[in-house]
DNA sequence: CAATAGTCTATTAAAAGAATAGGTAAAGTA
DNA sequence: TACTTTACCTATTCTTTTAATAGACTATTG
């Protein structure tokens, strides 16, 4: 299950990246306008920049702004960063590996081939959506909502 | 992440899926032979048993039993049962559907339709995978890494 | 009726999730 | 330089979920 936290830092994310190149962008706007609670924003803005993601600049006309391109993003990126690994189980993930301290034997361990393919599918399509791509999609269902609207009007 | 609950479930499942056919087995058995706590087992079983998975008897020579054939038993069921919806955000569960409260537009939201792609994926792979196609699976891994043995000895 | 074995309700302990509080530091601006 | 703006950082709190345990109750078998 996704997280809040993962859930609102995708939003930002993908608010920063739709102001991409128009300078930075206060939290407090970006709190208000995607109905985050702002502290809580903060500390996943925070987390976002330490993790070379996002910049940040204070003072006045300070403010959020993306580190790296959006096509250069993927959704997998973040939340793994704000949730943690996408493997179901951690004997199945590429970049938090963990043994399951019960287990007898990993090989033949049939619930673990199962949760390795669920992690696979998830994981190729997270990594392999990126903000830009997101953008685009969600720009293509408004405005064909939009022209199914005027086409009935 | 499947919790605890979840995998404890599908061993015990397996674990009774494989004595499919051969009368109860006793709690206490199961727990011990797969490590798992028995209150909390015991728990785990009446929920599988009160949706007709698995029957059960009392008294001398009682024990659990499979309420129906492994190979008409997905894992996506089992996972449903004790962890809920597959889903990673509720607006795009088929089986637990529940609007997110602060979304503005649910049909232009670029989260949900990528969340949706991974919620597709991973029920197509569970509720694919039956306890039968499992066992299988796990009995070549084991009969593969004995024959490989085998030839190096 | 006594031993066996599942059933059921309640409780607790620990961890994770979600949010809040409040002070600190840097960057501009008067 | 003083002031305002805005991000930075640490700690704390509240709530929910997860994991597990306790103990009494009920049905079955010999």
């Known amino acids: 299950m996704l ?9 930002a994310m993908l608010f920063l990246a739709r102001a991409y190149g128009q300078g930075p962008t206060l939290i407090s706007e970006l709190a208000e306008k995607e109905a985050i609670p702002k502290k ?4 996943i803005l ?3 920049r330490n993790k070379g993601y996002l910049h940040s600049k204070k003072g006045k006309g300070g403010g959020y702004y993306m580190g790296r391109p959006p096509h250069s993003i993927s959704f997998g990126e973040i939340i793994r960063i704000l949730d943690g690994p996408l493997a179901p189980i951690p004997c199945v993930s590429l970049t938090a590996y963990r043994r399951c301290p019960d287990c007898p034997d990993e090989k033949t361990c049939g619930i673990r081939v199962v949760m390795k393919e669920v992690r696979d599918a998830t994981a190729k399509i997270l990594d392999g959506t990126t903000l830009a791509d997101v953008l685009v999609r969600s720009d293509h269902l408004l405005s064909s909502t939009q022209e199914a609207l005027t086409y009935h009007i």
């Open 3 to 11: 997280s809040m936290k993962a859930k609102y830092g995708l939003r």
């Open 40 to 43: 809580f924003l903060e500390l």
């Open 46 to 48: 925070l987390e976002l």
